[in-house]
């Protein structure tokens, strides 16, 4: 058995903490460590941690993409699993499955799930976003989704070679073009990615744009539970305006196409919102597809992430624009 480092960044998320916990010890694979490197918990997240024998480091820098550097730096395992403080392993041989592709397939640098479980008592948001396959509509818009949904064919919407086998799917990425934005809830990568990883933040998506063409990564057919933002819509909004400010704030530090040239995907969001039906053609043909309510927040979300997106930029353009203070931060 090939041990596995589990990282895992926390910042005041003991709730959430103790079931994906929980639900990591349930796995039938047993041979791994798991790191929790933690922002400056003021609640019980440390005392979680404690009762399931994590290994403790310290993120002074607070947020997740630092939190996820000290792991990397500090881990020694030849896999490293990414799994959020938010993120359940649904079942107890989601491990293994994720797993199976590397022992099969030597050339693969990651794994992951290819959706989002749907769980019928979960918040609205947490539905929403496993109908979607997405936590930010943007993406769903522009097209670099990474998770199965009811609205569009497959698991990304972007020409991509993919092979099919019957428990995955291997993609080749070029590393100089647009790709999904894979690697966050549930990804495993091997060590040797990160051979020349020297930065204090991980932006999770960019590592691949650092490594050789081509690039052959797993999408495992298999789920993880996100409980993002539950049913709190303001949960979703404080969470839209730190994505948004993070995108400006880390910029420099940052690889991904679309993080330095995204007009036209932009502008294709913003049409998207102002125009109104399509959002609400996407709102009715995902109901019919799936019955669910959680569809009927589609607009919603999306006109929040558009006034997010747009403050934030007016704020950036006319050098307003600070970091977002963790020191309050809830999960």
């Avoid at 999306?302 to 307003?320: A, S, W």
Wanted: hydrophobic share 40%.
């Amino acid at each position: 058995m090939t041990k596995i480092d589990f990282i895992i960044p926390t910042l005041n998320c003991a709730a959430q903490l103790e079931l994906c916990l929980e639900s990591i010890s349930s796995q039938t694979y047993k041979n791994y460590d798991i790191y929790i490197i933690d922002g400056g918990s003021t609640d019980k997240t440390i005392a979680v941690a404690k009762k399931y024998n994590c290994l403790i480091l310290k993120n002074p820098l607070k947020t997740a993409e630092a939190g996820k550097a000290v792991g990397i730096k500090n881990s020694h395992s030849p896999f490293l699993a990414f799994v959020d403080s938010d993120n359940i392993l649904p079942s107890s041989n989601w491990l293994i499955q994720i797993l199976l592709p590397f022992s099969q397939n030597k050339n693969i640098v990651g794994s992951e799930p290819w959706a989002y479980t749907y769980r019928p008592h979960g918040g609205f948001i947490e539905r929403y976003s496993s109908l979607t396959g997405v936590n930010d509509p943007y993406t769903l818009i522009a097209g670099n989704y990474d998770r199965i949904n009811y609205l569009f064919p497959g698991w990304t919407n972007l020409n991509i070679d993919i092979k099919d086998f019957p428990t995955y799917q291997i993609a080749k990425f070029n590393p100089h073009r647009l790709f999904p934005t894979i690697g966050a809830n549930g990804t495993i990568f091997k060590r040797s990615v990160f051979k020349n990883f020297k930065s204090d933040y991980f932006f999770d998506i960019d590592i691949l744009t650092t490594l050789k063409n081509p690039i052959y990564f797993a999408k495992v057919k298999v789920g993880i539970i996100h409980s993002f933002c539950e049913s709190s819509i303001s949960k979703f909004y404080r969470k839209q305006i730190r994505r948004a400010t993070d995108l400006y704030i880390y910029r420099n530090l940052r690889n991904y196409s679309l993080t330095q040239n995204n007009l036209i995907p932009t502008l294709k969001f913003i049409l998207y919102v102002l125009l109104v039906i399509p959002m609400l053609y996407d709102m009715f043909r995902g109901f019919i597809k799936k019955p669910d309510p959680a569809w009927f927040i589609h607009p919603i979300l999306c006109i929040i992430t558009l006034y997010c997106y747009g403050l934030t930029t007016i704020k950036n353009f006319f050098k307003l624009l600070k970091p977002v203070n963790r020191n309050q931060w809830q999960q």
